[in-house]
């Protein structure tokens, strides 16, 4: 007697959740050996169990929908990939809900489900559902203004402080006396010429040197 | 004494060793020892070029065979220039404007057109670097912000310009130049970049404040720390996978390719340019010298080390971008593995890399429809390996998307970008030197004013005339400045300079200098190549640039995100009135030549008129 009613159902089951026909229906797939690696689980009944429990609790949260049960929630199609169908019908079972709010729904508790799973937006995806992106943490202040004002600061100190030597130095010049400079002038270093050749600047730091007793060949004794 | 001539009407007004004698009423600065003079020459010939444009011409031109006109190059025609140049300067003791005038009044427009060309190149060159500083102030964080694309309005996706094409490419294009589309529209000048570009010439103001005072002292840094950097890139590089795949491509010799005229163009422009020939920097740096120093050991050896330091620097970038090409070329692969998989429900993770030729053979037999229906790109390494840019697309693009991928990526951003901005720096002090010392010389500041005063208001000048890069056509101005501006006026400054020192001054008697500079008088290979060699080698690139310029009309690549083949760059060519301004910056500063040739012989005309009618004396 409950056999006939077994077949309904099913054939209710298994027109409500086809692959890609179905209008209401998304696919989704996991990724979950990218995400964990060694610590990766076997995708079995009792995960596709708590991924039911998950799209329900999902929709219990929009309103008018809060009497959605785990049975209302169907997959098919799971294939090795790790990927299947899903589709949420209403609690009378004859039709699917509209895929906007099961959009909606998913979207607002994604973080829930994706925890569940231990995976991410990228692990774990449905094919038609757009994730919220986590907005970048900006710093009030971009780090960028800050090493900016840091080495255009010290760059401006050092000027200053140049500056203000140069300044320095300026006037201590011109204050000194400036006998010591004529005297100067007459032993600096210049280059003369005598006969074409060239002289080598001499130093005149000690005074003047006489060349007559500069050994090298080459000087001549300036007239 | 001079000997001028100036019954005859003459050319050889020829100034003796006169030029000592008016150092007499000003002592010149001088560098405070030999190292500091070879580190600043070295800083000022080592710039930008030699880290983006030479290993992109040896892997363009066939790897190793492209270091044979290379090296032939370096020894006939950049040697010879820089030894010319470095001897000259050192002789007559003056910037570019004074040595010129020296040596013959009628090429005095020689040393004003190399002091506009440097400051022309000094505008966008440290554009270039504000780019370099801003890219280091952004490389503080992690992740880097050109790691990832920022998200659209409603928070679902990326931009949509950013991923048509790459995080990285949208972090140059939109958030650091926001360029526009098209170089009619000039767009608004972006204030990131203004307060960089401020920051910059700030920074170039501490540097060149007090002349080669200040100049000397930092160069022990900028000049030292790019060496520092490269190795540990190298190191680095060398353990990143991929590296030696990068490096074999690089170097693998193809001598087939030195058929090609172009290969052997491209060196003798390379060597030239990567030299920094003919600004004028050289002439002054070499002024602060003591008269006998030996130029000539000086000159080989900086030009080798600029060479050497291109090879240095190859080695380390190719190594870095090997390790790119392999990681695109394992995404590429990955990419198309989850394609199969998730087409066919595999399992997840049940292809690798190498089971994939296998199965896709496979798959191809059982169900061709459906893989066809893919689009599975074709991944080969090599055609990453090709993917290899020169200048701002090098730095800015290609090396920031490998840093990502390298662990600790801010670490190795900041190290590059600050490696960057000190070569580009370095340089930029050689060229700001080709700009002061000729005003110094002029005389064209009263003595009372302080040297600080004088270079901050050309630096000032200098900020105010480079706004125009900071707007958002700035980056294809750069492009203008960097193509036209430069690269005709220096060929023909250098080939005066040749003609100017060999056959005005007088090959004899720039021997008889050099002889008694160096205590050695120059030799055959000298002579030829400063009498032969070197002008003929100048008038051939001129030639050949000038060909290759007419060939096709100038046109310019534009990031434009409406282009349908988005994000190619779409082709544009160059509006009438900016396809002028590219003619006049190809040739004003060269007009100064002509003009002040003109200008002398008018005067003296007028001055044998007047002497002509008082009685003689």
Not at chain 2, 453 to 458: D, I, K, P, R
Request: proline residues 6%; contains cysteine; charged residues 15%.
């Amino acid at each position: 007697m409950l056999w006939p009613l077994f077949f309904l159902v099913t054939a209710i089951h298994a027109e409500l959740c086809q692959p890609a026909d179905a209008e209401n229906a998304f696919k989704v797939r996991l990724s979950i050996k990218t995400a964990l690696g060694d610590k990766a689980y076997a995708w079995d009944t009792n995960e596709e169990y708590l991924f039911k429990a998950m799209v329900a609790f999902s929709m219990r949260k929009v309103p008018n929908r809060e009497t959605t049960e785990i049975s209302h929630v169907l997959l098919c199609n799971v294939t090795q990939r790790v990927s299947f169908w899903f589709v949420v019908t209403d609690p009378s079972k004859k039709y699917t809900l509209p895929a906007m709010e099961v959009q909606s729904a998913i979207r607002m508790s994604r973080n829930r489900i994706n925890n569940a799973f231990f995976l991410n937006d990228q692990t774990l995806e449905f094919l038609k559902i757009p994730s919220t992106l986590a907005p970048p943490s900006d710093p009030a202040v971009p780090i960028w203004i800050i090493v900016f004002g840091v080495i255009f600061c010290i760059v401006i100190v050092a000027i200053t402080v140049l500056i203000l030597s140069g300044i320095r130095q300026h006037r201590r010049n011109n204050d000194g006396p400036s006998e010591v400079e004529d005297a100067e002038d007459k032993c600096e270093t210049t280059i003369t010429v005598e006969n074409g050749i060239p002289c080598d600047p001499l130093d005149t730091k000690d005074g003047c040197l006489n060349d007559a007793f500069v050994t090298e060949g080459e000087r001549l004794t300036p007239l | 004494f001079s000997l001028c001539l100036v019954g005859t009407g003459g050319m050889a007004c020829t100034m003796g060793p006169e030029p000592f004698a008016e150092d007499s009423s000003d002592e010149r600065p001088k560098w405070d020892n030999k190292f500091q003079y070879l580190l600043s020459c070295i800083g000022f010939a080592v710039g930008l070029g030699n880290i983006w444009r030479f290993p992109y011409l040896c892997q363009t031109y066939g790897g190793g065979a492209f270091l044979i006109p290379y090296f032939i190059a370096l020894v006939f025609e950049g040697i010879p220039l820089f030894h010319i140049e470095i001897a000259i300067g050192q002789r007559l003791r003056r910037g570019s404007v004074g040595v010129w005038k020296a040596i013959s009044p009628y090429l005095g427009g020689v040393g004003l057109g190399c002091f506009t060309v440097s400051f022309l190149v000094s505008l966008y060159y440290n554009t270039i670097l504000v780019w370099v500083l801003w890219y280091f102030l952004n490389s503080f964080q992690d992740p880097l912000p050109w790691s990832t694309c920022p998200l659209d309005l409603n928070r679902t996706g990326f931009v949509e310009e950013c991923q048509s094409s790459s995080a990285v490419s949208y972090f140059w294009y939109r958030q650091t130049l926001n360029t526009t589309a098209d170089i009619n529209d000039s767009g608004f000048v972006q204030w990131r970049l203004l307060l960089c570009l401020a920051a910059c010439w700030v920074i170039v103001y501490l540097c060149v404040i007090r002349g080669i005072e200040s100049t000397g002292k930092v160069v022990y840094f900028t000049a030292l720390f790019p060496y520092l950097v490269l190795t540990v890139f190298l190191i680095r590089g060398s353990t990143l996978p991929g590296a030696t795949e990068g490096l074999i491509y690089l170097f693998t010799p193809n001598i087939r390719v030195l058929q090609n005229p172009r290969v052997w163009l491209d060196a003798a422009t390379q060597i030239f340019f990567s030299l920094s020939l003919a600004f004028g920097g050289h002439i002054a740096f070499a002024s602060y010298n003591p008269p006998r120093n030996d130029c000539e050991k000086d000159a080989v050896t900086i030009a080798l080390v600029n060479s050497m330091t291109s090879l240095y620097a190859s080695i380390a970038v190719f190594s870095v971008v090997g390790f790119k090409a392999t990681n695109d070329y394992g995404h590429c692969q990955d990419r198309n593995i989850l394609s199969l998989i998730n087409t066919f429900d595999l399992p997840d993770q049940s292809v690798s890399r190498d089971d994939y030729p296998a199965l896709l053979a496979h798959l191809n037999a059982t169900q061709p429809a459906r893989v066809a229906q893919l689009h599975l790109r074709s991944c080969r390494l090599e055609d990453f390996l090709d993917k290899s840019a020169s200048g701002t697309g090098l730095a800015f693009i290609v090396f920031t998307e490998a840093i990502i991928h390298m662990p600790g990526a801010p670490v190795w951003a900041v190290l590059f970008f600050g490696m960057l901005f000190s070569l580009g720096l370095s340089t930029m002090l050689g060229i700001m030197e080709g700009i002061i010392t000729p005003l110094l010389d002029l005389g064209v500041v009263p003595r009372s004013v302080p040297k600080e005063a004088l270079t901050g208001v050309a630096c000032l000048v200098c900020f105010f005339s480079a706004l125009c890069f900071s707007l958002q056509s700035g980056n294809y101005w750069l492009e203008i400045f960097d193509n036209y501006a430069a690269s005709l006026n220096l060929i023909i400054f250098a080939f005066f300079e040749v003609i100017g020192v060999v056959y005005v001054y007088g090959m004899k008697r720039f021997c008889d200098d050099v002889e008694w500079m160096t205590g050695r008088r120059p030799g055959l290979y000298w002579q030829v190549t400063w009498k032969l060699i070197g002008p003929l080698m100048l008038l051939f690139i001129f030639v050949a640039y000038i060909v290759i310029l007419a060939q096709k009309p100038p046109s310019y690549r534009a990031w434009n995100p409406q282009y349908e083949h988005f994000p190619s760059h779409q082709e544009k060519l160059y509006p009438g009135w900016v396809q002028a301004t590219c003619m006049l910056l190809s040739f004003l500063p060269s007009l100064w030549v002509p003009a002040v040739a003109l200008a002398q012989l008018l005067t003296r005309r007028r001055r044998q008129k007047q002497q002509g009618v008082r009685p003689q004396l």
